[in-house]
């Protein structure tokens, strides 16, 4: 991770003005589905719409298969974190929290999963913050 051509990641052109666009699009669509239909919204988010997404737009750019595969698995370590975000937040809301502090104390909770997870990983070989 220390070795991120940071030129490259910053620079932007066409390509990436409809990539911008088109993702963008997609969430909105499925934020203004949740103003009528909570359930249905709330499937589209479960659906992995920003990996998928990325996945596109990295065949697009004719990245090799092994990078999109490393992409994808590593994507399944990193979601297993944020899961139980998704019971506690609405159990604090339930319970009278407001949703700022509720927001806030979950992002710190999940930051705390997401490193009891990486350090559990390397422990059986899987070390999500080495180099590729």
């Given at each position: 991770?220390?070795?991120?051509?940071?030129?490259?990641?910053?620079?932007?052109?066409?390509?990436?003005?409809?990539?911008?666009?088109?993702?963008?699009?997609?969430?909105?669509?499925?934020?203004?589905?949740?103003?009528?239909?909570?359930?249905?919204?709330?499937?589209?988010?479960?659906?992995?719409?920003?990996?998928l997404v990325a996945m596109v737009w990295m065949q697009a750019e004719k990245q090799e298969?092994?990078?999109?595969?490393?992409?994808?698995?590593?994507?399944?370590?990193?979601?297993?974190?944020?899961?139980?975000?998704?019971?506690?937040?609405?159990?604090?809301?339930?319970k009278g929290w407001n949703f700022w502090a509720a927001l806030g104390v979950n992002c710190?909770?999940?930051?705390?999963?997401?490193?009891?997870?990486?350090?559990?990983?390397?422990?059986?070989?899987?070390?999500?913050?080495?180099?590729?």
């Amino acid at each position: 991770m220390d070795k991120i051509p940071w030129d490259k990641v910053l620079s932007f052109g066409p390509k990436d003005a409809v990539k911008l666009f088109i993702t963008a699009a997609v969430i909105l669509l499925v934020t203004k589905i949740q103003l009528f239909n909570e359930k249905l919204s709330a499937l589209l988010i479960a659906l992995p719409l920003t990996s998928l997404v990325a996945m596109v737009w990295m065949q697009a750019e004719k990245q090799e298969s092994e990078g999109i595969a490393k992409h994808a698995e590593s994507t399944f370590w990193f979601v297993l974190p944020t899961l139980p975000m998704f019971l506690i937040l609405p159990w604090m809301l339930r319970k009278g929290w407001n949703f700022w502090a509720a927001l806030g104390v979950n992002c710190l909770l999940t930051v705390g999963f997401f490193w009891l997870t990486v350090v559990i990983l390397r422990r059986f070989g899987l070390d999500l913050m080495g180099p590729n």
